[in-house]
């Protein structure tokens, strides 16, 4: 039922994890610190058009990024809503922001990260450019977590690891070396991906962990 809400409100992907898989959550950024009651995320995807990385300039990236950001913000309160008229509590957490420095590790930090509650609940697993990557459409992906108190059979996480074995094509080609590690260098991808030049708005510099990555597409976006 909660699937079919999810899906019937727009959502391409729709995920179920149990509040026990997020033991490795870091403090302050747990389901719990937002909704004591939790326990169940349910994480919704939009897939993310492929066609936005075969262009000259990153203007259809950009605007399909803010889009989608947009979009799922309202498809998750809307499902919260759902939920509420259906008796439980739900409550979204926001697909970009907001965020802030987690002050203990000086991690800039989603309220729960979008892409460790998706591995969690079974959408993909995360690769060494520490996206997630989904079978039906790689990382090309959007994602957003919703917070529920009601008890849900989780699905199954994926197991394994999706890079091929010996790839390193994402820390090899990020142009800042930002990747490499578990943990990637925040400041560096930030200040080259998303600054914006003299004269113009923002637009993304930057998506190339995302394209190299053999694992970009899926079984339903390659065309
Ligand atoms: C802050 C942020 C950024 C920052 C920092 C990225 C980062 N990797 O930390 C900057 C601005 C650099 C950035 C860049 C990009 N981002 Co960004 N970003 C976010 C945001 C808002 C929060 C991410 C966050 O909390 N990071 C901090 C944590 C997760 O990272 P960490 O400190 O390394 O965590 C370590 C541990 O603490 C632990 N951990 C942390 N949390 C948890 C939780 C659990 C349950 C567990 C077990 C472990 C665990 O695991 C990590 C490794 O050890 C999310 C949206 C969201 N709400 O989650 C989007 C998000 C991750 N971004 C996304 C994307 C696509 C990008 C870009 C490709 C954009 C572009 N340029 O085109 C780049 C890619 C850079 C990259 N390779 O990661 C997508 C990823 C989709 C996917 N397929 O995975 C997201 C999910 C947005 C969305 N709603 O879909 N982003």
Known sequence: MVKQIALGLGADLCGIASI????????????????????TVVVLAKRFPAGTIRCETTVPYTVTRNTLSTELDILSVRFCAKMEEA???????GTISPTREDTKT????????AKHSAAAAGLGRIGKNTLL????????????AVLTDAGLE?????AGDPCPEGCSLCIDSCPVKALGNPEMKQGDCFAHAF???PG???????????????N????????
């Open 20 to 39: 026990d898989r997020f033991g490795g959550a870091p403090e302050g950024f747990h389901p719990c610190d937002i909704l004591p009651s939790c326990k």
């Open 87 to 93: 008796g439980v509590t739900a409550v979204p957490t």
């Open 133 to 144: 990557v989904t079978p039906e459409f790689g990382n090309m992906v959007w994602l957003n």
């Open 195 to 197: 600054h914006t030049e």
């Open 216 to 223: 970009c597409l899926g079984s339903g976006n390659r065309l």
């Open 200 to 214: 113009e708005e923002f637009t993304f510099k930057c998506h190339t962990c995302r394209t190299v990555c053999p």
């Open 106 to 113: 000086g991690r800039w930090r989603g309220a729960v990260s």
């Open 154 to 158: 989780p699905d199954d996480m994926l």
